[in-house]
């Protein structure tokens, strides 16, 4: 017999309907790890200090609705002096171009588009998405992120795998509307604040992306202001796995190398190093890209260009890409 366990809370007033979003979420956890710690000591007479996969015992949140799990945040309208005139959003966007991979063109070939119908709610007409050939292109996925911004619902009637990445290139173009409109205030971090920024955020991110392990498929954070609802950051499952193992280098690291491809408008690429013996791919932030896209694309004209970068390891410290800040002089032989 399944025993539902409910924490409840009253606020003040009545009509109270908001908590403080910290102090809820460290009650969140520490009621988890105390049932579950204790779900535990039920079943061998003791528990673990930590909790791992293994140990973690199936105790559920209970879906508002089926399949749809949402966490409500409102902020408060910005008051006095601050130091960035931005929105919280805005810094998630920030931070998230900085710790999550821009699609590459290799993730996007290879997926099949069928010809699939859908029923767009405002419309009674049954909707035929287009037909493409049998693998996707960047501007067809480009222009169904542009289609879903405006407020279409086609990734409704894709293939999950479709979904997915239609879903995740909305979210990095959005990022880069964000960022492009709040550009004068973003410039006012310092590369050492972006760095301590980042430090922080990275490992936050990726503990984020644990519920993606066995409780969900996705994970999109978004917001809205006026109008619909955008999202800032989007992850799957595979995703998660791959921020999961990589560690983003706390400082910069500038390298020289040869870049063999460049996505002007997504700030995706290839670099070769070492005398062309390795390639890495690397992408550029969409705060960053603007300034350097023109520079970089000049750049490739020679045979060098010399990168500011942070290196993204792998948990054997491993370089497993780079995500480029800027360019410096190509020193001289």
Same mark, same amino acid.
């Given at each position: ?25 460290? +009650? ?40 749809? +799990? ?7 309208? *910005?008051?006095?002096? &601050? +130091?960035?005139?931005? =929105? ?5 966007? !920030?931070?998230?171009?900085? %710790? ?18 859908? %029923?767009? /709610?405002?419309?009674?007409?049954? !909707? ?25 619902? *086609? &990734? #409704? ?22 960022? &492009? ?29 644990? #519920?993606?392990?066995?409780? #969900? ?8 202001? =006026?109008? @619909? ?11 998660? =796995?791959?921020?999961?193992? #990589?560690?983003?280098? =706390?400082?910069?690291? @500038? ?9 002007? /408008? ?23 890209? @603007? ?19 942070? +290196? ?22």
């Amino acid at each position: 017999m399944v025993e539902r366990i409910t924490f409840h809370f009253e606020g003040e007033k009545a009509d109270a309907h908001r908590m403080n979003f910290y102090e809820a979420a460290r +009650f969140q956890y520490a009621a988890a790890r105390l049932l579950v710690k204790i779900a535990q000591f039920r079943a061998d007479g003791k528990f673990s200090e930590s909790i791992s996969n293994k140990s973690n015992h199936d105790i559920e949140l209970i879906a508002q609705r089926s399949g749809s +799990f949402n966490y409500n945040v409102e902020e408060s309208g *910005l008051v006095g002096d &601050t +130091f960035l005139n931005v =929105r919280l959003s805005d810094l998630v966007a !920030y931070v998230a171009e900085r %710790v999550i991979e821009k699609l590459d063109e290799s993730t996007i070939s290879h997926i099949p588009l069928d010809s699939l119908g859908y %029923v767009d /709610e405002d419309d009674d007409e049954e !909707y035929v998405a287009p037909v493409f050939s049998t693998e996707l292109e960047p501007n067809q996925i480009d222009n169904m992120a542009d289609a879903v911004l405006a407020g279409d619902n *086609l &990734t #409704a009637a894709l293939p999950r795998e479709t979904s997915s990445i239609v879903k995740r290139r909305v979210a990095e173009i959005y990022r880069e509307r964000r960022l &492009t409109a709040t550009a004068r205030s973003i410039s006012q971090i310092s590369e050492s604040q972006s760095q301590k920024l980042v430090a922080m955020a990275a490992p936050l991110i990726v503990e984020m992306g644990t #519920a993606l392990r066995k409780s #969900a498929t996705t994970l999109e954070v978004t917001t809205q202001k =006026r109008g @619909p609802v955008k999202s800032v950051l989007f992850l799957d499952r595979k995703m998660a =796995r791959d921020i999961e193992t #990589a560690i983003v280098d =706390r400082q910069i690291t @500038p390298i020289l190398g040869d870049v063999s491809q460049f996505n002007k /408008e997504n700030g995706w690429g290839k670099l070769r190093i070492e005398n062309g013996a390795k390639t890495v791919s690397f992408s550029i932030p969409s705060d960053v890209l @603007p300034s350097i896209r023109q520079t970089l694309i000049d750049s490739m004209k020679r045979d060098l260009v010399y990168l500011k970068t942070y +290196f993204v390891r792998d948990r054997a410290e491993k370089v497993k890409r780079l995500v480029v800040v800027g360019i410096l002089p190509t020193p001289l032989p």
